[in-house]
Nanobody, 125 residues
Framework: VQLQASGGGLVQAGGSLRLSCAASGFTLDYYTIGWFRQAPGKEREGISC????????DYADSVKGRFTISRDDAKNTVYLQMNSLKPEDTAVYYCAAARWYGSNWLNNLNGMDYWGKGTQVTVSS
């Protein structure tokens, strides 16, 4: 059972990347999936999540309007489209899954059932 985040890389400011979070060993159908990031010297922060049905999405203010989360349950994968990237978006990005959803989901790091290994995103100025 694991989540695998991929799609990170080096991009110039203003550019775009699409991250993928693929699940193996279990189905994402009944899980809320979210993305977190951790920059050097900073705490891990929640930036976006999508509930099990895809009917609810949440975004941190820092990425609202620039990032879009989506899910493809047929592929057992969740995506994070990141546009208009800024140097302050530089971080290791992690995906996580939990069998619950609530308004405080992005702030509840201890409530996750599964975590994926991170993928590095570096935005140059």
């Amino acid at each position: 059972v694991q989540l695998q985040a991929s799609g990170g890389g080096l991009v110039q400011a203003g550019g775009s990347l699409r991250l993928s979070c693929a699940a193996s060993g279990f189905t994402l159908d009944y899980y809320t999936i979210g993305w977190f990031r951790q920059a050097p010297g900073k705490e891990r922060e929640g930036i976006s999540c999508i509930n099990y049905s895809g009917s609810r999405t949440d975004y941190a203010d820092s990425v609202k309007g620039r990032f879009t989360i989506s899910r493809d349950d047929a592929k057992n994968t969740v995506y994070l489209q990141m546009n208009s990237l800024k140097p302050e978006d530089t971080a290791v990005y992690y995906c996580a899954a939990a069998r619950w959803y609530g308004s405080n989901w992005l702030n509840n790091l201890n409530g996750m059932d599964y975590w994926g290994k991170g993928t590095q995103v570096t935005v140059s100025s």
